[in-house]
Nanobody, 125 residues
């Protein structure tokens, strides 16, 4: 499956952005989808992930209550709605896909087989 992330940009603290990740290739609905982010000089970190049907979601503590992951299988797209953004949310955001989760339950980047190219999110103070 090929993934294309979009929707990043520059926003002031407290603002909102919605990221999209469009998938093509294999059956999108068979994949768990995750969002990760990587700030300069830091390791790639888990943000959120969603199950095949969208009925099960999981978030990093740092974004819980502010970010919402969702998916539209008819459009082969997963979204990340980001509200109340903070400067520490600044990073390149990546979407990723995997057919079945490993022991990390989708929280480790090593569990994912397919990655999008990343989209830059910059939050100014």
């Amino acid at each position: 499956v090929q993934l294309q992330a979009s929707g990043g940009g520059l926003v002031q603290a407290g603002g909102s952005l919605r990221l999209s990740c469009a998938a093509s290739g294999r059956t999108f609905s068979r994949y768990f989808m995750g969002w990760f982010r990587q700030a300069p000089g830091k390791e790639r970190e888990f943000v959120a992930r969603i199950s095949w049907t969208g009925g099960n979601t999981y978030y990093a503590d740092s974004v819980k209550g502010r970010f919402t992951i969702s998916r539209d299988n008819a459009k082969n797209t997963v979204y990340l709605q980001m509200n109340s953004l903070k400067p520490e949310d600044t990073a390149v955001y990546y979407c990723a896909a995997v057919e079945s989760l490993g022991l990390g339950r989708g929280r480790s980047p090593n569990e994912y087989d397919y990655w999008g190219q990343g989209t830059q999110v910059t939050v100014s103070s």
